[in-house]
C-alpha cells in the first residue's frame, strides 16, 4: 500500500488543492490523507472543496470516519455532496444516519429523496440492498447510433457504461448490449438484432449470496436486478461483488467460532455489543460440555482407582476437537463454495474414513512410544490411551465431515457445525471411548 | 442456480445442435450439461463442434473433468480449443498436464507456445501467474480516432476491451484510458491529453493478495501488471480477483484449522493426501497437548482427594478454547481485511479485556448457580468453578486477541494463531488456575 506522508505534507501548507491532488492519486488515497487531517487542517481543506470532490471522499471513508468529518461542513456543502454521490453509496450513508438527521437531508434532498428512500427499503444483505440504480437503458427498435448517442449523453451518470440494458416501455429487461458490441456494431443497425437477449439477472430481494454465486458461475462484469414483473431496477457490478464475497467469509467465520456474525469492524464496535454476540454461544456451549463431566462423573471410581488415566484427558480431548473441526472446516469451505453438494454425503464420509484411519494409527504410534518412554506409563495404559486415539480420531472425523452437510439437508447453515460444536460433541465421545476401553482393558 | 434438466434432453436428442444451445445459454450452463452426458453421447457431440466452442468449454470444465473429456478429442480439435483460449486459461490447463502432454501440446501450438511458457514460469499465487495477456494498447500521440479503430479491429481478442493501455515504443505503461473516454472524447483530440496518467499496477511477482487489497482498495475493473522497468505484462480482470478472495479465505480456513492449505476442491483430493495436509499440525498440537496433561500430573494428589474436581475439566477447557478462538477469529479477520494493523494492539487487548470481563461473569454466574442446584454440589466447589471460569475466559480472550496481533508482528501468519493453538495454551492456563485455587481455597 502507498506511503501518503509526502503528499500529507503537501496539503497541509496549500489546503486548496485536494482538486489537483486528485488529479494525481486515487481517490481512496485522498481520503486517507484527509481522514489524518487535525480537524482545523480539515476545515480549511473542505472549504475549498466543490460538492463533487467532497462526494467522493464520502464514497471512501467508512461510516465512523464520514460522522466525524460530516459536522465540518456547511449544510449547503453536505446537500452537494450527497446528491453527487452514487446511488449506493448515498443510500448507505444515509442509512446510517440517526432518524431526525435523515429526515433533513431527505428534505434537502428533494427529487432524489424518493429514490433512496426506495433503496432504504431493501434489506441490507439483499440485491436490492446493494445494487446502483445508475444504468443506461436503450430501446430494441433504435440503430446502434442512437444507442451510442445515449451512451455518450449519459455515460458520467452511470455506474457503468459498459454494458447498456434494452428494455421495452414499461422497463421490462428485454437484453443486454456490451459497450465494445456497440462499437463494433455496423453503422444503422437496430439494436434488437445486436443484444443478447435473456440476459442473467437476480431478483431485487434475492441473497446477495445467491448474487455471488452467479458472479462466480458466470464470469460477470454487471448483473441486472429486476423485480417481480421483470423491470430492471438496479445493477450490481463486480467491485461491489468482491465486498460481498469479503462479507460472506467473514461471516462464515464468525459462525464457524460461534458468534452472531456482525459486519462491522471490529475497532468500530462496542465491549458490550462484542460481549452481546459472544455470551449466548458461550452459554450454550459451555451448558453442553457439563454433559461430558456427566460422563467423567460416572466414572468417577475408576478415576479414583487409576489417577494415572486423567493425565492424558486433556491430549485425548484436544486432538479429538482439532481432528473433528479440520474435517469440518474443509466441507463447510466446499459447501460455501458449491464445490461439495448434499448427494456427495457418501463420497465424503467414505474419504473421511479413510483419512482418518490414516491419520488416527499415525498419531496413536507416536503418542505410544511417547507414553511408554517419556511419561514411563505401563504398557497397558499406553495400549489404552492410543487405542482411543485411534478410534477417537476416526468418530471426529465422521462426525466433523458429515455433520455440515446433515445441516445443509436440513437447510441448517452448515457453518454452525465447525470447530466449537464439533469439539463439544466429540470431547464426550472420546472421554466415553476412553472409559469404556478402561474398564475393559485394564481389568477392573 | 439453473434447472437444466430441459436442455440436456435436448441434447442428448440433437447432437448437432450446442452451437446454437450456446446461443442460448451462458457457456457455463452448456459446459454442465456437456458434463453430464456420457462418454459416447459425448462423443457425438464433441464431434459437432468447432473449435472455437470446445474452448468456451475447456473455460469452463474443471481439471478433472477436462481431463475426462480431453481424450475424447481429436488431435487436431484441441490444438485448435486450445489455440483459441484465453491467454490465462490456457496455460492454467496445460500447467495440469503431464510433462510428456505438455510438451506435445506446445509444439502443436507453434506460434503461441512461447508465451504459454513464459506465463507457466510466474508461480501459481503471483500476479503474473493469474493475469491475461491479451489486452489493448494505444499510443500517446496517436488520436483518439486511431486509438478507438484499434479497439475495433482487436477487441474480440483482449480479456478487456473497457481499458486501453497507452505504452511508449518499449511496451512501457505511461496511462490508460477507458473505452468510455475514447467514446466521449472529441474527434481530432490526442490519447496523451485524455489518458489517465500514472495508473495503479502491480509487479508480476507481487502476491495475489496484494492484487486483492488493491481491487478492494481502489475499486478497480482491470489491473495492469508490469515488469521491473515498468513494461505491462498482461492484465488482472475483476472476475479473477473474485476467485482469488475465495482462494484466499479458504486459505486462511484451513490455516485457522491447522491443516497444510490447498487449493484443490476436497473431493478431488487423495485421501492420503488430505491425510498428509493435516497429520504433521495434529502431532504438533497433540504433544503440546501432553504439557497439559503435565499440570495434571503435578496435582494428582489433589485429584485424588478431590475426585469431584475432575467432573468439571471438561467444561473449564472447552469453555476457555472457546472463548479464546472467539477473539482470535475476529483479530485474525480483521488484521486480513486491514480493518486492524499492528499499532491497533493496545486497542484491542482493551477491549478484549472489557469484552472478557462482562463475558466471564456472565457464564461463571450461570455456571455457579448451575453447579449449586443441579450437580448439587458444595458451595466451596461451585465457587472455585465458577472463579477459575472468570479467569479463564479473561486470560482466554487476551490471549486469542493479542497472538494474532503479535504474528503479524513477527511477520509470521496470524491464522495460523487460531481456534486449534490458542485452545492448546488456553487449556493448559484453565487448569493451571483451576489448582491454583483449588489448592487454596478448598483448604488442602
Not at 486515487?26 to 480539515?42: F, G, K, R, Y
Not at 437531508?105 to 427499503?121: H, I, P, T
Not at 447498456?164 to 456494431?185: F, K, N
Amino acid at each position: 500500500m502507498p506511503d501518503l506522508s509526502h503528499w500529507k505534507q503537501y496539503l497541509s501548507s496549500s489546503p486548496k488543492d485536494v482538486h489537483r491532488l486528485l488529479q494525481h492519486l486515487p481517490p481512496a488515497d485522498v481520503a486517507e490523507i484527509l481522514a489524518s487531517l487535525s480537524n482545523d487542517q480539515l476545515r480549511a481543506v473542505l472549504e475549498e472543496m466543490g460538492g463533487q470532490d467532497v462526494a467522493l471522499m464520502l464514497e471512501e471513508w467508512d461510516a465512523p470516519t464520514s460522522w466525524r468529518i460530516i459536522p465540518l461542513l456547511t449544510q449547503e456543502k453536505l446537500t452537494a455532496a450527497i446528491q453527487a454521490m452514487p446511488s449506493d453509496d448515498r443510500a448507505d450513508l444515509i442509512g446510517t444516519m440517526p432518524e431526525a438527521t435523515r429526515e433533513s437531508v431527505l428534505s434537502a434532498l428533494a427529487a432524489d429523496a424518493a429514490e433512496v428512500r426506495e433503496l432504504l427499503a431493501y434489506a441490507a444483505e439483499t440485491s436490492g440492498g446493494i445494487m446502483a440504480t445508475e444504468f443506461l437503458t436503450v430501446r430494441p427498435e433504435w440503430t446502434s447510433e442512437e444507442a451510442l448517442a445515449i451512451v455518450r449523453r449519459d455515460a458520467q451518470e452511470a455506474e457503468t457504461a459498459y454494458y447498456v440494458y434494452v428494455t421495452d416501455a414499461e422497463q421490462r429487461l428485454l437484453g443486454v448490449l456490451s459497450l465494445r458490441e456497440l462499437v463494433l456494431a455496423a453503422p444503422g443497425v437496430k439494436v434488437a438484432a445486436i443484444m443478447k437477449p435473456h440476459p442473467i439477472t437476480v431478483h431485487e430481494d434475492d441473497h446477495q449470496e445467491l448474487v455471488a454465486d452467479l458472479f462466480r458461475r458466470y464470469h460477470l462484469f454487471a448483473l441486472p436486478v429486476v423485480d417481480d414483473k421483470g423491470r430492471i431496477k438496479g445493477i450490481v457490478t463486480a467491485d461491489d461483488v468482491l465486498d460481498v464475497l469479503d462479507e460472506e467469509a467473514t461471516e462464515d467465520m464468525q459462525k464457524m467460532s460461534w458468534m452472531t456474525p456482525s459486519e462491522a469492524p471490529y475497532l468500530e464496535t462496542s465491549a458490550f455489543t462484542l460481549a452481546k454476540q459472544r455470551i449466548p454461544w458461550l452459554l450454550i456451549l459451555m451448558l453442553s460440555a457439563t454433559f461430558t463431566g456427566q460422563i467423567i462423573k460416572r466414572y468417577e471410581d475408576l478415576l479414583a482407582h487409576f489417577v494415572v488415566l486423567t493425565i492424558f484427558i486433556p491430549m485425548l480431548m484436544d486432538t479429538a476437537g482439532n481432528a473433528g473441526s479440520q474435517s469440518s472446516t474443509l466441507i463447510i469451505r466446499g459447501l460455501a463454495l458449491g464445490e461439495i453438494g448434499i448427494s456427495d454425503w457418501f463420497r465424503v464420509l467414505r474419504r473421511e474414513l479413510m483419512v482418518s484411519a490414516i491419520v488416527g494409527f499415525t498419531l496413536a504410534i507416536t503418542n505410544f512410544l511417547r507414553v511408554i518412554l517419556l511419561e514411563r506409563a505401563p504398557v497397558s495404559v499406553a495400549f489404552v490411551v492410543s487405542l482411543t486415539l485411534v478410534a477417537t480420531v476416526i468418530l471426529a472425523k465422521m462426525v466433523g465431515g458429515t455433520l455440515p452437510v446433515l445441516a445443509k439437508r436440513l437447510r441448517l447453515d452448515p457453518a454452525i457445525m465447525a470447530g466449537p460444536l464439533i469439539t463439544t460433541i466429540v470431547d464426550a465421545l472420546a472421554l466415553f471411548v476412553y472409559f469404556l476401553l478402561s474398564t475393559r482393558l485394564l481389568g477392573i
